[in-house]
């Protein structure tokens, strides 16, 4: 390794991409100075000079070059220039396969993580890829009060660091990165990185995830990060004494709402349908906002279109409205109404897609959006996938519970599984190893 540049990472308090962004670098063994701009204007308005106007954390810079934010850093690692840029050399040239491990781990929120635990200590001494977000979900979370053990709670991000601990003290390998593809074709399973390292398994265990959707409307990508984002906790705070707008029905959408209401004005909840998909516990945790003045709920409403710039951010956002329901299907309806609407920044929390696009090809059946068909049912063998040797958990199999605890639990059952296949390979190798012998003789 070349000598190291200066890297200088611009974060806030509670603030997951701030820390995702910390230890990409750390597991690189890259030093870095940082910058907290919580609660100094000053250091703020630098960062937001230095970004060209965002409004949001973390901003990583390298040698003074402008990085990005996390989804900007984590895009360069997956193509190996964020090693370039930081003269890290690469362990073995493209198609070169690294090393064999009897187990691969896709992904390191709550289901990949139990399952390294459990694989751990059933000495399959598993490696684990990080992902393009490491810690999943529940890293966005700032207070988890119901996963068992934790009466007084627990915050997302230091929960998932107690398991990554747990499953190293087992002797997990966690390892930054995102799996680009894995062959089938012949075993063992060729897994390639995005970054072009190629690794083999024995067995291969997906629990990477889903990542959060996006509208697809007008302004959404000309605005995500100068006003838009899909993160409260991180980002809300820059937008104090704006009146905000989350998009979206389910526990997410109410979690955020009410976060926000530490820093907004008004917090306003746009939702397409009549009644919420959330718990009843944030629902009425929503209307006690409600109450309160803080919330504000627009039911049967959508965002069409958002409205602003990169130097001023989000302006206003244009919103349709329709008594029966999901008014963008309405739009000829004349009872559909359009109009304008002004908040200072937007959230969005309307569902997650699965990260599971390394494993078409592979023979793995899924449903139309993506999640993974596994065996289910009753004893054994319950995430096991269509093709032997793959197996299933968490987010990328669940679209219903989608709980942090049932992610723990499929996790723990896939490791399980892993671990039972991978004892029948023994046995079926050591049995056709000991025909040859006796055929020599």
């Known amino acids: 390794m070349s000598e190291q540049p200066r890297v200088e990472i611009y974060t806030k308090e509670d603030c997951p991409y701030c820390e995702k962004a910390k230890d990409l670098f750390d597991a690189k063994g890259i030093e870095y100075e940082t910058y907290n701009v919580t609660g100094d204007d000053e250091l703020f308005e630098e960062m937001v000079e230095r970004a060209n106007g965002r409004k949001t954390a973390p901003e990583v810079f390298i040698d003074d070059e402008l990085i990005g934010g996390w989804?900007?850093?984590?895009?360069?690692?997956?193509?190996?220039?964020?090693?370039?840029?930081?003269?890290?050399?690469?362990?073995?040239?493209?198609?070169?396969?690294?090393?064999?491990?009897?187990?691969?781990?896709?992904?390191t929120g709550i289901a990949g993580l139990t399952a390294a635990i459990y694989a751990g200590r059933g000495d399959n001494e598993p490696l684990v890829i990080e992902g393009d977000e490491p810690g999943g979900q529940l890293t966005l979370t700032t207070d988890v009060a119901n996963y068992p053990g934790f009466p007084e709670g627990i915050g997302g991000?230091?929960?998932?660091?107690?398991?990554?601990?747990?499953?190293?003290?087992?002797?997990?390998?966690?390892?930054?990165?995102?799996?680009?593809?894995?062959?089938?074709?012949?075993?063992?399973?060729?897994?390639?990185?995005?970054?072009?390292d190629v690794y083999t398994a024995d067995a291969v265990i997906a629990a990477s995830g889903a990542s959060a959707r996006t509208l697809g409307i007008p302004g959404e990508d000309e605005l995500m990060g100068y006003g838009l984002s899909t993160c409260a906790t991180c980002d809300g705070a820059f937008f104090r004494g704006e009146d905000m707008l989350v998009v979206g029905g389910g526990d997410a959408a109410m979690e955020e709402a009410t976060f926000l209401t530490k820093f907004a004005d008004t917090v306003y909840i746009a939702h397409r349908r009549e009644?919420?998909?959330?718990?009843?516990?944030?629902v009425n945790r929503v209307h006690e906002k409600v109450e309160e003045g803080e919330i504000e709920i627009m039911k049967n409403t959508e965002v069409t279109e958002l409205h602003g710039s990169q130097e001023e951010g989000v302006d206003y956002v244009t919103l349709v409205e329709n008594d029966k329901g999901h008014p963008t299907d309405r739009l000829d309806d004349p009872e559909t109404n359009e109009f304008e609407f002004d908040v200072g920044a937007v959230f969005f929390a309307i569902g997650h897609t699965p990260n599971t696009e390394y494993l078409e090809g592979t023979g793995v059946e899924m449903d139309d959006e993506g999640y993974l068909r596994t065996q289910g049912g009753d004893g054994g063998g319950q995430t096991e996938?269509?093709?032997?040797?793959?197996?299933?958990?968490?987010?990328?199999?669940?679209?219903?519970?989608?709980?942090?605890?049932?992610?723990?639990?499929?996790?723990?059952?896939?490791?399980?599984?892993?671990?039972?296949?991978?004892?029948?390979?023994?046995?079926?190798?050591?049995?056709?190893d000991g025909e040859v012998v006796a055929a020599d003789d």
């Open 71 to 107: 989804d900007d850093t984590s895009a360069l690692d997956e193509t190996g220039e964020l090693d370039e840029k930081l003269g890290i050399e690469r362990e073995g040239e493209d198609g070169e396969v690294l090393e064999h491990r009897k187990l691969i781990i896709a992904g």
């Open 157 to 196: 991000p230091e929960l998932v660091n107690n398991m990554k601990e747990q499953a190293r003290q087992f002797g997990a390998e966690l390892k930054n990165g995102i799996i680009e593809t894995v062959e089938a074709s012949s075993r063992p399973f060729r897994v390639e990185m995005t970054n072009g």
């Open 275 to 282: 009644e919420f998909r959330a718990e009843q516990y944030w």
């Open 385 to 432: 996938t269509d093709v032997p040797g793959i197996f299933g958990a968490g987010d990328v199999v669940d679209y219903h519970y989608q709980q942090a605890v049932t992610a723990a639990g499929m996790g723990s059952k896939a490791a399980l599984d892993a671990d039972e296949y991978l004892e029948d390979l023994e046995r079926t190798e050591s049995t056709s």
